[in-house]
């Protein structure tokens, strides 16, 4: 028994004269806001699209493999990618994208390895678990193929999505989320108006983010 | 009654505001109130204004049946390997987080912000036990090398030119960078990395706490609270019980409202969800978490039905940006980390009204904060209220204000209230005042009220309209 | 049966703004309103009940249910800030249930500001006013948010024939006066009051209108000070300035 645990519920309680068996009667319906309606998937995606890059993300539609394998060339090539590391999940893998980048000279590192090693790589490849057109968020959950690490540490972030992802509101993207033992929602790269409220990018986390919705994978 | 501190006096502090800080104050809520204005109207005010009403409602049964909450978000963060702590004060939120600390070994620490660890005071606890504790929000690093505490709850160091940052880079930091935003953010950005890297504990508080799944939420847009939530290898949330909400679908209302109100965006970079630890060994993240409920007062501002609506606050900081004194004299004046209409509730009711009775009289009861509220606190009811405690005492306070005030208040009344005394006071003021008065205004009057006089003429008195009416013709009244 | 408006004057109207009484009684008999004026009435107790004196303001607020309590007719004030606190605060002081709180609602019920009676009750926004002059508004906090009163006072100068109402930037902020705020903490008061005449200042109008007698005598003062041409007015002041035929 934690005394300190019981004194602050007694308070609690008797604040609002309730007992240890007092009912919990459910959240109030005139405290739901409801569902949205999602557009077509093409309007879906022009929104989801338009959000990110408003927030000073890169955003690119993929007809496949072979386009992603340029794109990548040309990320590494703009962002002068030495060291990558990747999340390790099957949509990832089939994608090959750690194959592409060591073909273009990356080293790719793993991102269960020391976080200074982590923090070296330039470049966190992610997929996405829902996207929310609505705001332009990115839904990434946490688990030993999803290392939280890769969409932080490194300075650019490139997350690979399919229509799959796509959500239409929070509360979609909530009733999936929530048996998460972590998850964010990613809008936008790193900012700050801390200094004199200039909007600058890349504080903490990622400075650029690029989203790629691949087609056809 | 909380911690003894020493009694919070708004005006001297008013009085000691450096020249050019309502202009910066200014310049910075009118950014955040034109943006939130622009993404209100996008939304649609009767959306807005519904989202408002179901903020209230969800968060006012939250916290009416918070003993509910707490326990089932007790039973989750347990459930998934978590460690649940309860600090009744200040005091024992900072030995707890010591206390864990010290078990390992820990010297250097990372927060996130936390406006509940400013109110326990915990960096300096921390310091006193030689651990050094680095804030890791980009405007709370630049007030914590400064020494001084936060200026306003979402931008903190709003107040002050990058060439004041730049120089306090140089002086603090042995950093030589250009006065300019891009290149401080980048100084600060490699600086913390490294902090965060080498540190031994994570500390964070959280935005709100989610009591279905023991989640604790935290909002920020630099990065900095997933850093400090990941990488060290242990992680220590402090969140007022305040903050609980009962399920996700909660969210899908507050956060629309949260990052609209407080900086007019849609949603913040960045909003974590933290349910424990990571729930597989092979799972990046840290090893050990934990969860500090802090009551602090909160508990029994619960037990007041008249103010407890203090605790819906999501700490957005809409009020601050609105509120014509705040705008006029910025944050630190109210003595208090959290500063604003918000804080004038907190702070008098956390500390009690022999510290801090002043600052429920800090406001001309505009009104503008119950407008801009995001969740309708009745603020100026609860200041109303609150005010009524320091002169007269309810059930949670005994009457602070001196006697004499309240002796005077009530000669004052039974004047007022008697016909006859009420005119023959009248009268006797037009007499009393009529050699002071030039030209309709008198220029100066004796104390209290050269309060008012020191800063505009005060008007002559003219009761004359009762004999008007009465010489108009008796006969007139119906 | 002519309609009957109770004058509910207000402790600072009556001392320092007898004109504008007058003006208010000659207005309102001009519409066609019959006056009458509770001899016994005092103050409605808002600045014990704003300092948190409850208990005195109560007794006032019974003082001054018994004055309106029995009378007829509608209740009009020139003064947004008294007109709430009949009518949002004297419900709050009486227990609900009791024959006070149901007499504090009854007459709340008819208790209204000049300018939502004319342009609400009497559905007038032109009484054939005239004030040839350049005019800007500030808009008194508790009229504003208490009261919800925003567009009448502004709908009633527009129709003033030859006067030019000109926006005033600041006209929903706060201007500082906030009752014993003012001396409280003067130094703040004394600042917020400066911006709101600067503001006034940089509109060019000749006169600035408030429905308030706290806002007209900080603001007033404050002009003075300053040594502006600026002048401040009631509303009243303007709508009988010349008088016309409605």
């Not at chain 1, 330039?122 to 999803?146: F, I, Y």
């Not at chain 2, 660890?117 to 400064?146: K, R, S």
């Not at chain 2, 109100?261 to 993240?285: D, H, L, N, V």
């Not at chain 3, 900080?218 to 409605?246: E, Q, W």
Request: with cysteine; proline share 6%; hydrophobic share 40%.
């Amino acid at each position: 028994m934690d005394p300190a645990r019981e004194e602050i519920l007694a308070k609690v309680r008797a604040s609002l004269d309730r007992g240890p068996d007092s009912p919990a009667p459910p959240v109030p319906p005139m405290a739901r806001v409801g569902p949205r309606s999602a557009g077509s998937v093409d309007a879906e995606i022009a929104l989801l699209f338009s959000e990110i890059e408003n927030l000073n993300g890169n955003v690119r539609r993929l007809a496949g493999r072979e386009d992603l394998k340029s794109a990548l060339a040309k990320l590494v090539k703009v962002e002068a990618v030495k060291k990558a590391t990747l999340w390790t999940t099957a949509d990832l893998a089939t994608w090959d994208v750690a194959g592409t980048l060591k073909a273009l000279g990356v080293e790719i590192v793993s991102p269960q390895a020391d976080k200074h090693l982590v923090a070296e790589c330039e470049l966190g490849v992610t997929g996405v678990d829902a996207a929310l057109p609505e705001t332009g968020s990115l839904l990434l959950r946490s688990s030993p193929e999803r290392p939280r690490v890769v969409s932080l540490l490194p300075g650019v972030h490139l997350a690979i999505l399919t229509r799959a992802a796509l959500r239409a509101d929070l509360h979609q993207v909530f009733a999936e989320a929530k048996d998460a033992g972590y998850c964010v929602l990613v809008t936008g790269p790193s900012c700050t108006s801390d200094i004199e409220l200039t909007l600058t990018l890349g504080v903490h986390g990622p400075k650029s983010l690029y989203v790629w919705l691949l087609e056809a994978g | 009654m909380s911690q003894t501190t020493a009694p919070i006096d708004f005006r001297a502090n008013a009085q000691r505001i450096p020249p050019k800080m309502a202009a910066s104050v200014q310049k910075a809520t009118a950014k955040f109130l034109g943006n939130r204005a622009a993404l209100v109207e996008a939304l649609g005010n009767d959306l807005w204004q519904t989202l408002r009403q179901a903020g209230h409602d969800l968060r006012l049964h939250a916290i009416t049946h918070l003993d509910h909450y707490l326990e089932q978000a007790e039973r989750a963060v347990t459930a998934a390997g978590g460690h649940v702590h309860w600090a009744p004060d200040a005091a024992e939120a900072n030995r707890i987080v010591l206390t864990i600390a010290r078990r390992h070994g820990v010297k250097k620490v990372v927060k996130s912000k936390s406006m509940a660890t400013e109110e326990t005071g915990l960096n300096h606890a921390m310091e006193a036990e030689g651990i050094q504790v680095i804030e890791t929000d980009l405007g709370e690093y630049i007030v914590q090398l400064l020494g001084v505490g936060p200026a306003h709850i979402v931008v903190p160091a709003f107040h002050l030119s990058k060439e004041e940052i730049a120089d306090l880079f140089r002086e603090k930091l042995g950093v030589v960078a250009d006065a300019e935003a891009e290149r401080l953010t980048q100084v600060a950005r490699v600086k913390l990395r490294e902090e965060f890297l080498t540190a031994g504990l994570g500390i964070s508080g959280g935005n709100f706490l989610i009591a279905e799944t023991g989640t604790v939420v935290t909002v920020t847009n630099e990065g900095n609270g997933r850093m400090c939530t990941t990488i060290p290898p242990v992680h220590v949330a402090i969140v007022g019980i305040d903050k609980v909400v009962p399920d996700w679908e909660s969210l899908t209302v507050l956060l629309k409202l949260l990052a609209r109100s407080a900086t007019g965006q849609k949603i913040t970079c960045y909003t974590s969800f933290i349910s424990g630890p990571p729930r597989s060994p092979s799972e990046t993240g840290p090893r050990e978490f934990h969860l500090v409920l802090l009551d602090n007062g909160r508990s029994r501002i619960l037990g007041s039905p008249e103010t407890r609506e203090t605790l819906l606050c999501i700490r957005c900081g809409a009020c601050l940006n609105i509120c014509p004194v705040f705008n006029t004299v910025g944050g630190y004046t109210y003595g208090y980390p959290i500063s604003g209409p918000t804080g004038m509730l907190f702070a008098s009711q956390i500390l009690g009204m022999q510290a801090a009775g002043g600052l429920p009289f800090a406001s001309t009861l505009c009104g503008a904060c119950n407008d801009i509220c995001p969740v309708k606190i009745p603020i100026t009811d609860i200041l109303l209220h609150l005010r009524h405690r320091v002169v007269e005492g309810d059930e949670q306070e005994g009457a602070v204000a001196p006697a004499i005030l309240r002796a005077g208040a009530k000669a004052g009344s039974v004047a007022l209230r008697t016909p006859w005394l009420y005119r023959l006071g009248s009268t006797m003021l037009k007499w009393l005042q009529a050699p002071l008065a030039r030209d309709g205004w008198i220029s100066t009057l004796p104390p209290p009220l050269n309060r008012w006089t020191m800063a505009r003429p005060f008007p002559a008195f003219a009761p004359d309209f009762r004999g008007w009416w009465r010489s108009r013709g008796r006969g007139r009244q119906p | 049966m002519a309609i009957q408006a109770q004058l509910f004057i207000t402790c600072l109207a009556e001392q320092f703004f007898p004109g504008v009484l007058q003006g208010m009684v000659g207005l309102l008999e001009r519409l066609g309103v019959q006056v009458a004026f509770p001899e016994e009435q005092t103050c409605c107790g808002q600045p014990f009940f704003n300092s948190g004196y409850q208990t005195e303001a109560r007794e006032l607020a019974r003082k001054w249910l018994e004055t309106f309590g029995r009378t007829h007719g509608f209740i009009v004030s020139p003064s947004g800030s008294c007109v709430d606190m009949v009518c949002h605060h004297y419900p709050h002081l009486f227990p609900p249930g009791t024959p006070e709180h149901r007499l504090a609602e009854e007459t709340a019920a008819r208790t209204f500001e000049l300018t939502q009676f004319l342009v609400r009750q009497l559905k007038m926004t032109d009484v054939g006013a005239r004030f040839p002059h350049k005019v800007t508004y500030h808009a008194s906090c508790h009229l504003l948010r208490g009261l919800g009163v925003r567009e009448e006072p502004k709908a009633l100068l527009q129709n003033v024939r030859g006067l030019e109402l000109v926006p005033l930037s600041t006209e929903e902020t706060c201007c500082g006066f906030g009752g014993t705020f003012s001396v409280i903490y003067p130094e703040v008061s004394q600042a917020m009051m400066e911006a709101k005449v600067q503001s006034i200042e940089a509109t060019g109008a000749e006169v600035v209108v408030a429905c308030d007698a706290g806002c007209l005598m900080n603001i007033a003062g404050g002009l003075r000070k300053a040594n502006s041409t600026v002048k401040a007015m009631h509303l009243i002041d303007v709508l009988t300035a010349d008088r016309g035929t409605p």
